[in-house]
């Protein structure tokens, strides 16, 4: 094993061969991706370092994004609950109405830089796809969003969103017709078109550089948090805990990033599924997943007893994918963080209380987090603090919401 360093950034920690602690991510391509993959390698490594991107970027986080994002306690949630006191990073101020919108313009400013007039990208729950329209919108390039067809129905406002801000939808209805075949659509529409085209992966997932181009664009809100904290509390409290929702991973990671060498309790909350079958969930890590290859990267992923990628089963699209990050499949491997399978029905009615108590619509995939939030908080003493990251708004989720709930909209 490798053990993680300390004022590396995790998305850096990885060795010659694309990989993080020598098993996890690195890049299985065809042979044709090899060099446009070796060409935004250099491109990233070199916009990194160039004052001139690095402002153009950050003016428009400022701007367009409405960064930074808010950072509060949830009073009367840490009063109902009683035990720790509860916080929130509401990333979901942004806009866009989610974190997402992060990754999306920080590859279309690289799309830009590489003289790229199309980005071609994936969504699940609508939110990356909407982030790339926006930020393709904005920076005056073309957007084409694959998305399954179960998505495309179950978040229909985000689907008509995509489409208003001028993108090209391709509804995928092949496979389990969701996030994962999405994926793989918008990637193979890329090793077609790569010399016209730039892929931009909406989670942290995918080949080696695809991973770390996200996982750098969401560092913002750890960065932003750690600053936050120590204006907040005068420095980074000892009895923090962190707890996070997970599916390709991009938010956790995001939140994760600048704190991962604080001393705090890392929590990911994968999707449990319907709490009355154990078999259908979208929790790799959780439940003990075996190494495999699925996009372009090795990671902990679902598979059935041959050894192909399991179909998923969660309320929330945005969680409904069979792997995991690769720096998360490390990270587990590591025992640096921990990872739970909150329900449906915990979320829903975690998303229930949280909006009756304080007035905050959390979409399903952090209305995982607020689960396991509500079920260790009580147990803990008040001198703990837990923050938990907001990531999506739940307008997208209202149909979904509704069904679930027996409520006539």
Sequence with gaps: MIKIKKGIPLYDQFDKNGFWGKVFG??????????????????????????????????????????????????????????????????????????????????CLIAKYMNKK????????????????????????????????????????????????????????????????????????????????HLAVGSSVGPNIYTRICAYAQSVISKELKKQIKEEFGKIPKNLTLVAAVGGGSSSLGFWMHMIDTGAKLIGCEAGGPAKYKNKHAAPLTYGSKLGILH??????????????????????????????????????????????????????????????EGIQASLEPSHALAHVCKIAPKMKKTDKIITLICGNAMKDFGIIAEKLGVKI
């Design 296 to 357: 372009g990267a090795a990671q902990y992923v679902m598979q059935d007893k041959n050894f192909q990628i399991a179909e998923t089963d969660s309320v929330s699209a945005g969680l409904d994918y069979p792997g995991c990050s690769a720096i998360h499949s490390w990270l587990k491997q590591q025992k640096a963080a921990t990872y739970v399978a909150p329900s449906d029905e915990s979320a829903l009615e975690a998303f229930k209380l949280c909006s009756r108590l």
């Design 118 to 197: 199309i980005v071609v990208g994936d969504t699940g729950a609508g939110m990356a796809g909407s982030g790339l329209a926006m930020a393709a919108a904005a920076t005056g390039l073309k957007a084409i969003i694959f998305q399954g067809e179960k998505d495309y129905l179950r978040q229909a406002p985000n689907s008509m969103r995509m489409r208003l801000l001028g993108a090209e939808i391709h509804v995928v209805k092949s496979g389990s017709r969701q996030l994962v075949d999405a994926v793989s659509e918008s990637i193979r529409y890329f090793v077609a078109n790569c010399d016209k085209v």
């Design 26 to 107: 690195s890049s299985f391509i065809p042979e044709t991706l090899f060099q446009p993959l070796e060409d935004l390698t250099k491109t990233f490594e070199k916009l990194r370092k160039n004052k001139k991107f690095l402002k153009e970027r950050d003016e428009m986080y400022a701007k367009f994004i409405g960064r930074p994002t808010p950072f509060f306690k949830l009073n009367n949630l840490s009063k109902y609950l009683g035990g720790a006191q509860i916080y929130a990073k509401h990333e979901a101020m942004a806009n866009s109405q989610s974190h997402k919108l992060n990754n999306a313009l920080l590859h």
